[in-house]
């Protein structure tokens, strides 16, 4: 049997990797693990501040990352910075689609702005890296690994308040199947990562929200960690190992495929 050994599996030296909103959270969970793999990492992240202390982090382990400053709604950002990465790093080999946002709007509140905003971000951004840097994958020859991070809320509800985000969340998997389809051809393989609740700054500000919708945040994070047979949060880390795995040649044979990394949550 013609088998990689073991300790090639996970490496990933050589190869570029982008994660988008990588500065903290999940993105940065991905992104620690990544660069621990061998990659060259860009933190592609619309707050410059956080990028740039994500990068002092990695780099300071040795590990090679750069930070881009990027709105991935927006397509001349997304343009300049993937010719940026080609730029310093010579190319990209895996795409990671990280950036998302999730305010709490009740539907009677939700303004046509906050809608459009949402999808901007989690399924317009999506598209717009996914779309240039597949094509700089197919111009280099050598394939190609994207992994949009979607959510269990692109299977089944886990809040009210979030119509807005499960419809670009949804949109994120049937575009992910749309896209392993299409870019087969070329050896990129796209998958998915469907996360639980993960304790991320995102995450402590959407409890602290809540209030004013007048919910209690501590009784509803207790009801979250209730649901989870495994009884305890995700951490970004949690993420970062499944990304890694869907990043490396441990996932040789997958594509189209959405991991759910939830802790049990969904059985429930
Ligand atoms: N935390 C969870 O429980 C959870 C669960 C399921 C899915 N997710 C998904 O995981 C992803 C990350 O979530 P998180 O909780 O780590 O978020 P977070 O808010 O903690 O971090 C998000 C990062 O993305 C950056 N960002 C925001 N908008 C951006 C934009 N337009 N362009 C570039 N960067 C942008 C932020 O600056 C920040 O660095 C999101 O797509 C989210 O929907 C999170």
């Known amino acids: 049997m013609n088998t990689l050994p073991l300790d090639k599996l996970l490496d990933l030296k050589g190869k570029t990797a982008i994660v988008t909103g990588g500065a903290m959270g999940i993105g940065f969970g991905i ?4 660069a621990e793999a061998g990659a060259n990492v860009v933190i592609a992240n619309k707050d410059k501040q956080s990028a740039e202390k994500a990068v002092k982090e990695l780099t ?14 927006q397509e001349e950002d997304v343009k300049k910075m993937l010719a940026e990465t080609v730029r310093v790093f ?6 990671v689609n990280n950036a998302g946002i999730y305010p709490s709007i009740p539907l009677a ?32 020859g050598r394939g190609g690994k994207i992994i949009n991070v979607s959510s269990i809320d692109a299977l089944h509800p886990s809040s009210v308040g979030l119509a807005h985000y499960d419809a670009s969340k949804h949109g994120v998997w049937g575009f992910t199947k749309n896209a392993a ?23 402590e500000s959407f409890f602290k929200k809540l209030k004013e919708q007048g919910i209690n945040p501590k009784q509803a994070f207790d009801a979250i960690n209730a649901k989870i047979p495994m009884h305890r949060s995700g951490e970004p880390d949690d993420i970062g190992k499944v990304a890694l795995f869907l990043a490396s040649e441990m996932s040789s044979y997958m594509t189209g495929e959405q991991v759910v990394v939830d802790g049990g949550m969904l059985l429930a």
């Open 90 to 95: 010579d190319g990209v080999d895996i795409l």
């Open 60 to 73: 300071g382990k040795g590990w090679k990352a750069v930070s881009i400053e990027t709105d991935v709604s």
């Open 31 to 34: 992104a620690y693990r990544l």
């Open 109 to 140: 509140n939700m303004t046509s702005a906050d809608f459009d905003n949402v999808i901007a971000v989690n399924l317009r951004g999506v598209f717009l890296t996914t779309k240039y840097v597949s094509q700089e994958m197919i111009k280099q």
């Open 181 to 203: 389809l299409e870019l087969a051809q070329h050896k990129i393989w796209v998958n998915a990562i469907a996360p639980g609740a993960i304790r991320t700054p995102g995450v």
